[in-house]
């Protein structure tokens, strides 16, 4: 019997079931097509049917078979159709025998597949499972490392809040120092008593009685050298030569130039009962202007050292503020239950209490995590409220978080988190301002330059102008120097905007682009407008121009020192007396010179009607934000100079 060899070659990246079938496929002789004789073999004698119905195909000759054979012909045909449908069923599945020797060739061959695919299968187990050991202990040294590096932040941050805390310990020690050394030296509250209750009243401390001492003795010194000048002027001899001739004429004519007659000496007569004083000596005319020039220039001494002492007095009271603040702080700060440096939220510690307000307290932290400085505003909820206003008091403080959050602007307090303390108390955490707020430094200044003052009202009108382009827009509504913080400490640097706690959503805004007010009666009167004011039927009609006019108040402040309505009058005086309803125009005083620029956009802002007030866009376009140079090129364009020469000193004394 005729053996067909197969030739296999394994592989390890070919799936068993796709080699099985190949090797049988190829290990299958491939036999000579069936002679049809064999395969009719099993249909029956089909071959003869096939004879059968060509002989009956052919012609016959006679009439004798011709009827038999026209019965017969349907039957015939028949049996011919099935025989032929059965040969084809055949022949499209012919039965392939294999021999004994080709089934044992074949299961050997499988075998041995088998055995190598088994082999080449536990190898490549073998190669998994020490890969998976490998990435197994990456895994685990990678989870070791990561628990020394944990270990190790934690290390550091321990380490971190340890040095704090020493550091922040021994600044609060200095500072107790230097307070009670102020209290000496600058002044203190002193208990005193008022009628039946005793009050804290300010008592000055020793350098301010030094320069009242100072100007004390300046003061009588000037008292005598005035005493002295008004006497030397009633000794004043002739100083002209017409005296001086009309002296020696009047001597010529036989008046003797006695100096006790003339000055009434001393010697009895007969008329006189007491013995008259003898006058000073007349002065000559050198001794005279030598004597009044000495005057003169100790005068001029006693001026200049009086400025510096006004000097001198300004500078302590402005260390005063510094130390009546401080004075605060530090007693807040030992009333706190924050103060043995708490870390709240795990991640921040409290240092230092920068301020207190009613109900909240803001402290100087570090967030250990991110590694640098923060304010954290702790609101206090007060146990003894009623539920009504405690939710109300939340429900501000949420929509303050939910106004601020969404806010990103270089001019604008950032807010990085908000956190609950316990049932009443939560923490919102700000971005920290190392400066004073824009309120302190006008205490301590009084006005400002009108260069500086512009500064800081640019940088106001851009952050309110990024509230005003917000879908929807964000009114302010509690704009004031206290929220104006000073990130260098003075107004030459960047301001930035704080406190959004009065903030209003312009979301049902009408046509107008204005919201009702539902919070009347809150925020600081000075900055607020009149229609704020206006009590009726229904709820005033608010937009953002109450920032603008805010804003123009504050600019007024800053340039003379005063606010331009109420300036003395506490907030019930404005309440009482309906102040700002009747601040229908604001006055300049002569003093200090304020440019016209500046004066149109205080007017503009200070507009009694708020259809008639600029907003905040008009604000960002106004001259007094304009460059020099920019204003001198428009001015250029639109009257062109005559000559070369006149256009180029133009353009020489621009500032661009």
Same mark, same amino acid.
């Given at each position: 019997?005729?053996?067909?060899?197969?030739?296999?070659?394994?592989?390890?990246?070919?799936?068993?079931?796709?080699?099985?079938?190949?090797?049988?496929?190829?290990?299958?002789?491939?036999?000579?097509?069936?002679?049809?004789?064999?395969?009719?073999?099993?249909?029956? =004698?089909? #071959?003869?049917?096939?004879?059968?119905?060509?002989?009956?195909?052919?012609? @016959?000759? =006679?009439?004798?078979?011709?009827?038999?054979?026209?019965?017969?012909?349907?039957?015939?045909?028949?049996?011919?159709?099935?025989?032929?449908?059965?040969?084809?069923?055949?022949?499209?599945?012919?039965?392939?025998?294999?021999?004994?020797?080709?089934?044992?060739?074949?299961?050997?061959? +499988? !075998?041995?597949?088998?055995?190598?695919?088994?082999?080449?299968?536990?190898?490549?187990?073998?190669?998994?499972?020490?890969?998976?050991? $490998?990435?197994? *202990?990456?895994?685990?040294?990678?989870?070791?490392?990561?628990?020394?590096?944990?270990?190790?932040?934690?290390?550091?941050? /321990?380490?971190?809040?340890?040095?704090?805390?020493?550091?922040?310990?021994? /600044?609060?020690?200095?500072?107790?120092?230097?307070?009670?050394?102020?209290?000496?030296?600058? =002044?203190?509250?002193?208990? &005193?008593?008022?009628?039946?209750?005793?009050?804290? #009243?300010?008592?000055?401390?020793?350098?301010?009685?030094?320069?009242?001492?100072?100007?004390?003795?300046?003061?009588?010194?000037?008292?005598?050298?005035?005493?002295?000048?008004?006497?030397?002027?009633?000794?004043?001899?002739?100083?002209?030569?017409? %005296?001086?001739?009309?002296?020696?004429?009047?001597?010529?004519?036989?008046?003797?130039?006695?100096?006790?007659?003339?000055?009434?000496?001393?010697?009895? &007569?007969?008329?006189?009962?007491?013995?008259?004083?003898?006058?000073?000596?007349?002065?000559?005319?050198?001794?005279?202007?030598?004597?009044?020039?000495?005057?003169?220039?100790?005068? $001029?001494?006693?001026?200049?050292? $009086?400025?510096?002492?006004?000097?001198?007095?300004?500078?302590?009271?402005?260390?005063?503020?510094?130390?009546?603040?401080?004075?605060? *702080?530090?007693?807040?700060?030992?009333?706190?239950?924050?103060?043995?440096?708490?870390?709240?939220?795990? *991640?921040?510690?409290?240092?230092?209490?920068?301020?207190?307000?009613?109900?909240?307290?803001?402290?100087?932290?570090?967030?250990?995590?991110?590694?640098?400085?923060?304010?954290?505003?702790?609101?206090?909820?007060?146990? %003894?409220?009623?539920?009504?206003?405690?939710?109300?008091?939340?429900?501000?403080? #949420?929509?303050?978080?939910?106004?601020?959050?969404?806010?990103?602007?270089?001019?604008?307090?950032?807010?990085?988190?908000?956190?609950?303390?316990?049932?009443?108390?939560?923490?919102?955490?700000?971005?920290?301002?190392?400066?004073?707020?824009?309120?302190?430094?006008?205490?301590?200044?009084?006005?400002?330059? $009108?260069?500086?003052?512009?500064?800081?009202?640019?940088?106001?009108?851009?952050?309110?102008?990024?509230?005003?382009?917000?879908?929807?827009?964000?009114?302010?509504?509690?704009?004031?120097?206290?929220?104006?913080?000073?990130?260098?400490? &003075?107004?030459?640097?960047?301001?930035?905007?704080?406190?959004?706690?009065?903030?209003?959503?312009?979301?049902?805004?009408? /046509? =107008?682009?204005? +919201?009702?007010?539902?919070?009347?009666?809150?925020?600081?009167?000075?900055? @607020?407008?009149?229609?704020?004011?206006?009590?009726?039927?229904?709820?005033?009609?608010?937009?953002?121009?109450?920032?603008?006019?805010?804003?123009?108040?504050?600019?007024?402040?800053?340039?003379?020192? *005063?606010?331009?309505?109420?300036? %003395?009058?506490?907030?019930?005086?404005?309440?009482?007396?309906?102040?700002? !309803?009747?601040?229908?125009?604001?006055?300049?005083?002569?003093?200090?010179?304020?440019?016209?620029?500046?004066?149109?956009?205080?007017?503009?802002?200070?507009?009694?009607?708020?259809?008639?007030?600029?907003?905040?866009?008009?604000?960002?376009?106004? /001259?007094?934000?304009?460059?020099?140079?920019?204003?001198?090129?428009?001015?250029?364009?639109?009257?062109?100079?005559?000559?070369?020469?006149?256009?180029?000193?133009?353009?020489?004394?621009?500032?661009?």
């Amino acid at each position: 019997m005729e053996t067909n060899e197969v030739v296999i070659t394994t592989a390890s990246n070919v799936p068993a079931g796709v080699l099985i079938s190949n090797i049988i496929t190829s290990s299958i002789p491939v036999l000579p097509s069936v002679p049809n004789e064999y395969s009719n073999l099993s249909s029956g =004698g089909s #071959m003869s049917n096939d004879r059968d119905l060509e002989s009956a195909e052919k012609p @016959l000759v =006679g009439v004798k078979y011709s009827k038999s054979l026209e019965r017969k012909a349907p039957r015939k045909r028949k049996r011919l159709d099935e025989q032929r449908q059965e040969r084809k069923i055949t022949e499209c599945f012919r039965v392939c025998f294999f021999s004994y020797r080709s089934i044992n060739i074949l299961q050997n061959f +499988i !075998l041995g597949f088998l055995k190598e695919y088994q082999f080449h299968y536990r190898m490549e187990l073998a190669k998994k499972d020490v890969l998976i050991e $490998e990435l197994q *202990r990456t895994i685990d040294d990678l989870k070791q490392q990561a628990i020394r590096k944990d270990r190790r932040v934690e290390a550091c941050k /321990e380490t971190i809040k340890r040095l704090l805390i020493e550091q922040n310990t021994m /600044e609060r020690k200095q500072a107790k120092a230097k307070c009670m050394e102020d209290c000496l030296r600058i =002044g203190q509250f002193k208990p &005193t008593r008022h009628r039946e209750e005793f009050r804290e #009243m300010w008592s000055d401390g020793w350098a301010f009685e030094e320069i009242e001492k100072a100007q004390q003795k300046i003061t009588n010194e000037r008292n005598e050298i005035v005493n002295a000048s008004q006497n030397l002027r009633k000794r004043k001899p002739a100083n002209s030569l017409r %005296e001086i001739k009309r002296a020696s004429s009047s001597s010529n004519d036989g008046f003797l130039p006695s100096t006790s007659t003339a000055s009434g000496s001393c010697s009895l &007569t007969s008329d006189d009962t007491f013995a008259r004083p003898e006058l000073p000596k007349e002065l000559s005319f050198q001794e005279y202007i030598e004597q009044d020039e000495i005057y003169r220039l100790r005068k $001029e001494h006693l001026k200049k050292e $009086e400025s510096e002492l006004i000097a001198e007095k300004d500078r302590l009271e402005r260390e005063r503020n510094l130390h009546i603040r401080e004075l605060k *702080r530090v007693q807040y700060e030992e009333a706190s239950r924050y103060k043995d440096h708490e870390l709240l939220n795990k *991640r921040y510690l409290l240092l230092s209490l920068l301020g207190k307000g009613g109900f909240s307290e803001v402290w100087r932290a570090f967030d250990l995590d991110e590694n640098k400085t923060v304010a954290c505003k702790i609101h206090h909820v007060n146990k %003894e409220w009623k539920e009504d206003k405690k939710a109300n008091y939340v429900k501000h403080a #949420m929509r303050e978080k939910d106004i601020h959050k969404t806010l990103d602007h270089p001019r604008i307090v950032r807010l990085f988190d908000l956190f609950t303390i316990d049932n009443h108390s939560f923490c919102t955490v700000l971005e920290y301002c190392d400066g004073n707020d824009l309120d302190f430094y006008l205490k301590q200044n009084k006005q400002i330059p $009108e260069k500086e003052a512009r500064s800081i009202i640019m940088q106001v009108v851009s952050a309110l102008r990024y509230l005003a382009e917000k879908r929807p827009p964000i009114i302010h509504y509690d704009l004031k120097p206290a929220n104006i913080l000073l990130q260098s400490g &003075t107004t030459s640097g960047a301001i930035k905007i704080t406190d959004f706690g009065l903030s209003k959503v312009m979301d049902d805004a009408d /046509e =107008g682009d204005s +919201i009702e007010l539902t919070s009347q009666g809150a925020g600081t009167y000075w900055y @607020l407008p009149p229609e704020t004011f206006v009590v009726g039927c229904n709820p005033p009609k608010i937009s953002s121009k109450v920032d603008v006019w805010s804003v123009g108040v504050i600019f007024y402040q800053c340039l003379y020192g *005063r606010r331009p309505f109420g300036h %003395e009058q506490t907030q019930q005086k404005i309440l009482e007396e309906n102040t700002i !309803l009747k601040a229908t125009e604001v006055n300049f005083p002569a003093k200090p010179t304020v440019s016209m620029a500046a004066q149109d956009f205080i007017r503009r802002c200070l507009q009694y009607r708020k259809e008639e007030r600029a907003d905040v866009f008009e604000l960002s376009r106004h /001259e007094l934000f304009r460059p020099r140079g920019q204003v001198i090129f428009i001015f250029a364009y639109l009257n062109p100079p005559s000559s070369p020469s006149a256009k180029n000193t133009r353009f020489e004394d621009a500032d661009f």
